[in-house]
């Protein structure tokens, strides 16, 4: 059986054991049957799916109203919900992986070892590129264009292709789990090991086509929202008056364009080694898999703050809303930001201190990493100076917004210590490591986006989320995660490995039993919130804010109607200062009507995106599994939707004065019939998104 | 650890203030760790260092504890103080809606963390050269030379100077410093001893160093931390710290079971297996590791790793 071979066959190297059910079939092992029901899964969700659709009718309206839409808000849920989706696989394998190691102290467990590398790599994988990116991607897309008084992003119908090329790769690896295997590799994918020669079969090749869509998705974002915040901002919003959110979003636009790009030559220079048999990682030939390992962590570190940075715009708004105050250190926090953006790329080589560079290099290369940590302090301060003669409400956003606070700060002391060559040769590669960018991630980031989603929710749809399943699934992720990742720290310190499959160290065992009580509770805390949403959805009458603004926040997003209108604003704002709808209320000018209303022109849908999406994955799939007449078909379908859209002419459509003002008028009688609602009972049914103006000044 | 009973001293220079503030730190540290007492887990690491590396590694882990309680402390008492203290219900409390800087508070803010990040590179820069893994350790006894090779799912070390090999079990002399040369037959992997030293890499085609040692005989377990295929977590190995008696004999042990490391058993070895049982080789092909190196010859790159010492 030749490799290149198979290109010519109809379908490549795709065979019945590539099914993980025929797999059980010979195998029936606990590992063989857990994969078989996961594929299961993947396949009997893909039909349930499709047979709602069909049952409800609901295929045209996902098409027209979702799926072909560039409304930046409507793309904007869509990727909170593959974000969503996403979450749960890869939380559910996190779990899968600390069930596995508590077991396996001194026994097999019930997860094989290659079984357990595949839910590592795609754990990683799925949590970094297709959970997080996802999630942040999709607020920044809902939120900026809203803050910053635009119509839409800069480029409609690429925010459309960036969001469908970001699926398609989460598609593949969906697809993994039922047709073949994933890599085992890691979410970094190392080679020489994920090279040909250790790694034959298709896993590494998903890794790469899906990494390699969601990089080129994030950097078309990236380019998008920085050209969004540079150029749509409206009248009199100068760069230092925009919200925080829009500066974080614009840090992290600027670092998706300069950091992705490395990874996408990783990814590609990987796919010439396997598929052309390159020697670029390998070391026979002259290649050097060292180059791979600076390439990828060129990204990689950076990415940490394409991460971090738009929970720290979050958090802003979340604590400066909940502390009814303005952000202290609004100028501090912006120009720490951008320099965490500049330094982030001056720090990549701390991944790999342990690979024999002079102590020289290692020790710059330490402390320009801990010198990231004087703007992250400085950030923290801010936050807490906000709160200073504020009025704080306990809030569900605002209490992830406190843990995060105290957890994340943990999290950087440990990132100090690793930040230090001597101590991270000690616990490199260990858990303690893994224990490390948990704590930083999950509140720096996952806090970040649970507390966004929570606090934006109202705003688009109408309606708030329940308070109380709110609280409990806070209750559930803090105590999850310092059960599930304290004692990884201990772990660590005790020499653990990292990505052990079985452990031989019987004094590990009551560590890894509390860690994975920790993992079900943040399982719990998943659960919460999709109750939170069930229960929401279901009661959403009563909790209805069509004003507009339940929390009597500050930035011009919460001046429009809850959900806003298609086109964000019936007149494009004018802003005078930073927070311009907290002086329009303190003035007593909000909710006035425009003097004149204008016809307006909005992007009229298009099918380029989901064509494109779907047929740059199908000729990912054929790649993966060496099917020539696939990638071949794939590779040419992605240009005709875009050669075609050329010809289109008539890709506007406007929305007549008349009916802007008619829908503006109903909003606006709302707002001055209903009664507005004090902060004590922001949470209560009596809100309907009008705010009554805070008393006056207390004396100290 | 009876630091003046070693044979050797390590170069790293410490005032006796350093050492005041290291004792202090380490009393405090370990004061906070006490609720995790009792916690054997923390002997299989750093924490229980069996050697002058780990030791010192523990040492400024524990300085570098203690200097980061007063990064933690501030935010972790002012954060619930002031949202409990400015909470909505607390209608005593101050209220100041559009009060958003101060100079003095920046000030305060932005410098500390300064302060203490520059304390903290002087301590990183100073310890980064004093624990380098190249960086032979001062002694009295010349060091035991020791090639290890990774291998998929195993380790071999070759003593060129006693011309006898051993799989899986790492033997040398406690008190006497170990100069480790690395390389890889296979993928990337990471050489640790958590007890005695950190890690390195170890890659094909290339060499990279690791200098260690033990204070006292015992047994101490080593491991191969980069993941590395599904025989990963089986590639754990022995490390012995011998009296010279029990080395010496360790040795003759080797060359009395007769087994020759030649490329044809290394070729063996090499292939991906889990390893049962630890294996003694009496003597060794010459030119073995450099042959091995040269097997993944990566060319132009080859000098890496030549930096030092």
Redesign the interface.
């Known amino acids: 059986m030749s490799e290149g071979g198979h290109w010519l066959t109809l379908f490549g190297r795709l065979n019945l054991r590539a099914f993980p059910f025929v797999r059980a079939w010979e195998d029936p092992t606990v590992s063989e049957l857990i994969g078989a029901f996961a594929g299961a899964l993947v396949v009997v969700g893909a039909f349930a799916l499709v047979a709602l659709l069909t049952w409800q009718r609901w295929w045209g309206r996902l098409f027209r109203d979702w799926l072909t839409s560039l409304d930046h808000k409507k793309i904007g849920i869509m990727y909170v919900v593959l974000a969503g989706v996403m979450l749960s696989r890869a939380l559910v394998e996190a779990v899968l992986m600390r069930a596995q190691q508590s077991l396996a102290v001194d026994a097999p467990g019930i997860v094989a070892p290659e079984h357990f590398a595949q839910l590592f790599s795609t754990h990683g994988t799925i949590m970094i590129f297709f959970m997080a990116m996802p999630f942040l991607t999709g607020l920044i897309n809902y939120v900026v264009p809203l803050q910053i008084g635009a119509r839409d992003v800069a480029f409609p119908l690429l925010n459309s292709i960036s969001l469908m090329l970001t699926a398609g790769g989460a598609g593949l690896v969906m697809i993994s789990l039922a047709v073949g295997e994933f890599s085992t590799g890691g979410w970094s994918g190392y080679p020489p090991y994920t090279g040909k020669a250790f790694q034959p079969g298709v896993g590494p090749d998903y890794w790469i086509w899906a990494i390699t869509l969601a990089s080129l998705g994030t950097t078309m974002s990236g380019i998008n929202i920085a050209a969004t915040v540079y150029k749509k901002r409206c009248p009199g919003l100068h760069l230092t008056r925009m919200p925080l959110f829009c500066w974080t979003a614009l840090c992290t636009a600027i670092l998706m364009i300069f950091a992705t790009p490395p990874l996408t030559l990783a990814t590609a220079l990987l796919a010439l080694d396997r598929y052309l048999d390159f020697h670029v990682f390998t070391n026979d030939l002259g290649g050097n898999m060292m180059n791979y390992v600076n390439l990828f962590w060129l990204f990689g570190h950076p990415e940490v703050y394409i991460l971090i940075l738009p929970a720290f715009g979050v958090f802003s708004e979340v604590i400066s809303a909940f502390s009814s105050k303005e952000l202290y250190g609004y100028k501090s926090l912006a120009v720490a930001t951008m320099a965490i953006g500049v330094l982030s790329f001056t720090v990549w080589l701390h991944h790999f201190f342990t690979m024999g560079q002079s102590a020289d290099v290692n020790a710059v290369f330490g402390i320009a990493t801990m010198t990231i940590s004087i703007p992250t302090g400085v950030k923290i301060y801010n936050w807490i100076w906000t709160m200073f003669r504020g009025e704080v409400r306990f809030t569900a956003p605002m209490l992830f917004a406190l843990a995060f606070i105290v957890t994340f700060v943990l999290g950087g002391l440990t990132g100090i210590m690793l930040a230090i060559p001597p101590i991270d040769y000690v616990v490199h590669n260990t858990v303690f490591l893994v224990a490390h960018f948990h704590n930083m991630l999950i509140p720096g980031l996952l806090y970040g986006m649970i507390a966004g989603y929570l606090y934006w929710f109202p705003k688009a749809f109408g309606f708030r989320l329940s308070e109380v399943w709110g609280k409990i699934a806070f209750g559930c992720w803090v105590s999850g995660f310092y059960l599930a990742f304290m004692p990884l720290y201990v772990l660590g310190l005790g020499g653990m490995a990292r990505r052990s499959q079985a452990l031989f160290e019987p004094d590990y065992r009551p560590w890894l039993l509390v860690a994975v009580c920790g993992a079900f509770l943040l399982l719990a805390g998943l659960v919460s919130l999709f109750v939170q949403l069930w229960v929401s959805v279901r009661d959403r009458d009563v909790n209805r804010v069509p004003v507009g603004d339940p929390w009597d926040a500050r930035s011009l997003e919460w001046s429009v109607s809850a959900p806003p209108p298609e086109y964000n604003f019936a007149t494009i704002p004018q802003v005078d200062r930073l927070d311009p709808f907290y002086w329009r209320k303190e003035r007593g000018e909000a909710y006035r009507r425009p003097e004149r209303y204008d016809d307006i022109v909005m992007p009229r849908n298009s099918w380029v995106g989901p064509l494109v999406g779907l047929t740059a994955t199908v000729c990912a799939f054929g790649l993966v599994w060496h099917i020539g007449w696939l990638s071949i078909l794939g590779f040419l379908g992605i240009w005709i939707p875009v050669v075609a859209r050329s010809f289109v002419r008539d890709i506007h459509r406007t929305i007549p004065a008349s009916e802007v003002e008619a829908t503006d008028r109903r909003w606006l009688d709302r707002a001055h019939t209903v009664q507005p609602v004090p902060r004590e009972r922001e949470t209560e049914p009596a809100n309907l998104g009008l705010a009554r103006p805070f008393p006056p000044q207390v004396p100290v | 650890m009876p630091e003046t009973a070693l044979p050797y001293t390590l170069s790293v220079g410490r005032g006796s203030w350093d050492r005041s503030v290291a004792r202090l730190a380490s009393s405090s540290a370990v004061f906070a760790l006490l609720p ?1 007492g009792g ?9 229980g260092a069996a050697g002058p590396i ?1 030791d ?2 523990r040492s ?2 524990l300085l ?2 203690a200097i ?1 309680v007063f ?2 402390a501030p ?2 008492l ?3 103080i ?2 409990w203290h ?4 607390n ?1 005593k ?9 101060n100079w003095p ?2 000030g305060l ?2 410098i500390p ?2 302060i203490i ?1 520059v304390v ?2 002087v ?3 100073r ?9 032979p350790l001062a002694s009295r006894h010349s060091p035991i030379e020791v090639q290890a090779v990774a291998l998929d799912w195993k380790w071999l070390f070759i003593y060129p100077e006693e011309g006898v090999a051993s799989v899986d079990e790492l033997a040398f002399p406690a008190g006497r410093p170990v100069c480790l040369t690395l390389t890889s037959g ?3 992997q ?1 050489f ?1 001893v ?2 005695l ?5 170890a ?4 060499t ?2 690791l200098n260690l040692a033990a204070d006292a005989p015992g047994r101490f ?1 080593g ?12 590639q ?1 190995f022995a490390v012995l710290a011998q009296s010279d008696d029990d080395y010496a004999s360790w040795i003759a042990r080797a060359r009395a079971g007769g087994r020759t490391l030649d490329p044809a058993a290394y070729a063996v070895l090499a292939t991906r297996s889990i390893q049962a049982e630890p294996i003694l080789f009496g003597s060794v092909a010459p030119g073995l590791f450099r042959s091995i190196l040269g097997q ?6 080859a000098a ?2 030549h ?2 010492p």
């Open positions: 995790l916690c054997s887990v923390l002997d299989h690491g750093m924490l780990a010192q590694t400024l882990f570098v504890c980061l990064v933690a935010v972790l002012l954060t619930p002031f949202a400015y909470r909505l219900s209608t409390s101050a209220y100041r809606p559009q009060w958003g800087f508070l920046e803010i932005w963390p300064t990040v903290l590179a301590f990183l820069w310890d980064t050269h004093a624990l380098d893994p190249y960086k296979t993928v990337m990471s640790f958590p007890r030293a950190g890690q390195i890499y890659m094909a085609g290339m990279t160093q377990r491991e191969n931390t980069q993941f590395n295929g599904t025989g990963f977590q089986n754990k993944n010859d990566p060319g132009l790159h890496h790793g930096h030092a």
